[in-house]
């Protein structure tokens, strides 16, 4: 079982709706990351907060909009999606420093 | 964005059989790591190599952080079929407070019983 919780599991959202997926830890980790993943290809780092701050955006199209209201939690907000956001969103933690990344299990987002 | 080049792509071998496939960059990087994705999970860490030089194992896992640093190598050594999935490398840079990690392109493992 994974240390990083996503929720929902599955999401299917029209092009108009507004919806948000959350990522929770409680492994005291200050980085929390989200990632995007298409099938058979590797994730593809959309953010990064440390210390509850945002410290990078890899020029992510701002109808994906995070939020970090506390150590422990991670949301993404999402608004006016397009079919090809369709795809795995992993969250990630980790102590900040050199230590490897946990992922969560994933949202599967599907945009109708 | 940028990845690494992992090899080979896929593999499709029999069940007792060893595995090996590695990953090359043309940066250094600080940190090599190893992840195992399942079909519907998230990547789960196998191993993780902070030295260059270093080689460690997990199992019937080992990998190896090349002297370089631009690359690393895994071997599963007597493949069982619960081995299948999705293997990626990651090399990780350090700057300032937040790291990134870039990864390989994933070798799909497929194991026959």
């Known amino acids: 079982d994974t240390e990083v919780t996503q929720t929902p599991k599955h999401l299917v959202m029209g092009m108009t709706n507004k919806k948000s997926l959350k990522c929770e830890q409680h492994?005291?980790?200050?980085?929390m990351y989200w990632y995007k993943q298409k099938a058979k290809k590797p994730p593809e780092l959309m953010f990064v907060?440390?210390?509850?701050?945002?410290?990078i955006n890899e020029s992510v199209p701002s109808r994906f909009s995070p939020e970090c209201p506390n150590s422990s939690l991670l949301n993404l907000h999402l608004h006016a999606l397009q079919p090809e956001d369709s795809a795995l969103y992993l969250c990630?933690?980790?102590?900040?420093?050199?230590?490897?990344?946990?992922f969560g299990n994933g949202t599967r987002l599907t945009v109708t | 964005g940028q990845q690494l080049n992992q090899s080979p792509q896929s593999m499709f071998i029999q069940e007792g059989e060893d595995v090996s496939m590695n990953c090359t960059s043309s940066s250094i990087f600080n940190t090599w790591l190893w992840y195992k994705q399942d079909p519907g999970e998230g990547p789960v860490l196998l191993i993780a190599?902070?030295?260059?030089?270093e080689l460690t194992s997990n199992g019937r896992l080992t990998a190896q952080f090349g002297i370089t640093r631009k690359d690393s190598f895994l071997n599963i050594s007597a493949s069982i079929p619960s081995d299948v999935g999705i293997y990626f490398c990651a090399g990780q840079l350090l700057g300032g407070a937040t790291n990134k990690l870039i990864f390989g392109t994933g070798t799909l493992l497929a194991v026959q019983p």
């Open positions: 492994m005291g980790h200050r980085a």
């Open positions: 990630a933690s980790r102590q900040t420093g050199g230590s490897p990344l946990h």
């Open positions: 190599l902070y030295k260059a030089g």
């Open positions: 907060y440390s210390y509850e701050k945002l410290s």
